[in-house]
């Protein structure tokens, strides 16, 4: 079984809706973010593929810690994700928009029951986290 190093945003709307995306060639929702490059910290990384995916620019001490969690890969088999993820508030005035290998993204409501497309990490780890 092979596992991933990631760092992912949970970015929350004044609705309590989760900001969720999917990559191309992928059916899975889940949160931004993605794998850290050798000797890059979860919070480097981080920052750096917002910059990438959304083309966002957040600050390190915007970052909250909200915990570090393992679970199946929504997209590559035989593997396991240990996310580090993290509260981060949407810079003033800026949108989020797709970029590099983001398919769509959407305002998911945390209040309502979750699809079936959505990623083991986030339905399982993150929501609940979030929902605590």
């Known amino acids: 079984m092979h596992n991933l190093k ?11 809706e989760l900001l969720v995306v999917r990559k191309k060639n992928t059916s899975a929702w889940m949160l931004p973010g993605g794998k850290l490059d050798a000797d890059e ?36 088999a035989d593997t396991t994700v240990h996310a580090h993820a993290f509260l981060v508030q949407l810079p003033q005035g800026c949108s989020p928009c797709n970029a ?13 029951p979750l699809p079936e497309d959505v990623a083991p990490l986030l ?10």
């Open 41 to 76: 910290t979860p919070a480097r990384a981080l920052i750096r593929e917002i910059r990438e995916e959304l083309q966002l620019e957040i600050a390190e001490s915007s970052l909250k810690p909200l915990g570090i969690f393992d679970a199946v890969a929504a997209n590559e």
């Open 123 to 132: 339905k399982h780890c993150i929501i609940p986290a979030l929902l605590n």
């Open 100 to 112: 590099a290998e983001i398919a769509e993204m959407k305002w998911l409501p945390l209040n309502r």
């Open 6 to 16: 990631i760092a992912t945003a949970c970015f929350l709307n004044q609705k309590q």
